[in-house]
């Protein structure tokens, strides 16, 4: 019998020329940077590395405490990097690590694995590629999110963690600006489903997100299928199954059959007639999108429906296709609200 593989987060051929595209860039665009051999014994770890390993260069140099509250979590981490010790030992460091200069001292930015586990192998000095000067925010985020994407064992919260301080630090070099999928494909290299993915579970609802915080959910395909469910009675039913280790498949399933329910609740009866049975209301078009515009705030205006408002305050009701789906969303609104 063939046995199911597990799935591993891995880096796919198109994500990987993105990076590399993206490290061009950033390269290009921060300063002069050089491939040297650096000393161990004058590198230090980054405090605002997005990776946030319990174990520091001390617990490796001094050992655990029994009576460090972090100790169990510790020594998981570092059984981990014994495991990469043994590698670089036989086959020393591939990839170089990235640093910059940081007074007396060096500061990595990404590989700081590498240099913990350098350590553990007894090595003296490992090799680096050092900047002059740190790198600014946004650069400095992707490239310590490069580092950590082909890492298997970073949870999925650090996934969604990382994503939303390049984000963040993008915005502050270069203003606010609209989030939308297609903006973290092009500023990342992520393909745009897998960016898609990204933007549904960095918009879940609370209970979505707390389960991810959790560690209770660890895929980000389950989880952005969750996300996007609204009616809070399908998404229970789902968190429920991802947590009992439903497949994805199982996962699409159970979202779609109870969406078709309700939608089967909402659909008044027919009258039997000759022809197709009629089963659903046509809303008609418009090329006008005042009229869309004056529906939607209309609806809100009942006090019910005001909880919803903060959904539309970012539509621009000039454009036709944000019009377009905020109506679709108001509709899926109401439906969800005259079934419950």
């Known amino acids: 019998m ?17 990076l590399t595209e993206t490290i061009n860039v950033v390269e290009h665009n921060t300063g002069i940077f ?3 051999v650096l000393p161990l014994s004058r590198i230090e770890l980054d405090p605002d590395n997005p990776r946030k390993l319990a174990i520091s260069l001390e617990d490796i140099q001094k050992g655990t405490d029994k009576h460090d509250t972090l100790f169990e979590r510790k020594q998981e981490e570092l059984e981990k990097l014994k495991e990469l010790a043994v590698t670089i030992e036989n086959s020393g460091v591939i990839n170089p690590v990235v640093a ?21 192998a007894g090595k003296q000095e490992i090799e680096a590629r050092v900047y002059n000067e740190k790198p600014k925010g946004f650069e400095l985020k992707l490239l310590q999110w490069v580092e950590n ?22 915005q502050n070099q ?25 933007m549904n579970v960095l918009n879940a609802p609370k209970d979505v997100k707390q389960m991810i915080e959790n560690g209770k959910i660890r895929s980000l395909d389950k989880a ?19 947590i ?38 046509n809303m008609g078009h418009t090329i006008n999108t005042s009229v869309v515009q004056t ?3 209309s609806v809100l205006n009942r006090q019910e429906y005001k909880k919803y408002a903060d959904i539309f305050l970012k539509v621009n009701w000039m454009h036709i296709d944000q019009s377009g789906r905020a109506f679709k969303k108001l509709i899926e609104i109401l439906e969800y609200e005259m079934v419950r």
Not at 3 to 16: C, E, I, P, T, Y
Not at 229 to 242: F, K, M, N, P, Y
Not at 256 to 263: A, E, N, P
């Open 174 to 198: 270069n203003g606010d600006m609209d989030v939308t999928a297609t903006f973290l494909k092009n500023i990342t290299g992520l393909s745009l489903p897998q960016a898609t993915y990204y």
């Open 244 to 281: 009992n280790g439903c497949s994805l498949k199982e996962l699409r399933k159970i979202v779609s059959q109870s969406k078709i329910h309700l939608k089967k609740q909402s659909l008044p009866e027919t009258h039997v007639k000759r022809g197709r049975t009629v089963t659903r209301v």
């Open 2 to 18: 063939q046995m199911n593989k597990k799935k591993r987060f891995g880096v796919s051929q198109a994500l990987s020329r993105g």
């Open 295 to 297: 529906i939607v705030e």
């Open 224 to 242: 952005a299928i969750i996300s996007i469910v609204e009616s809070q009675d399908i998404r229970r039913e789902a968190l429920t199954a991802c």
């Open 34 to 36: 050089r491939n040297t």
């Open 100 to 120: 910059y200069k940081n007074g007396d001292v060096y500061r990595i930015v990404a590989g700081e694995r590498r240099c913990l586990a350098s350590f553990l």
């Open 149 to 170: 994407t082909a890492r298997e064992d970073l949870s999925l919260d650090e996934r969604i963690g990382n994503i939303r301080e390049i984000i963040v630090e993008y």
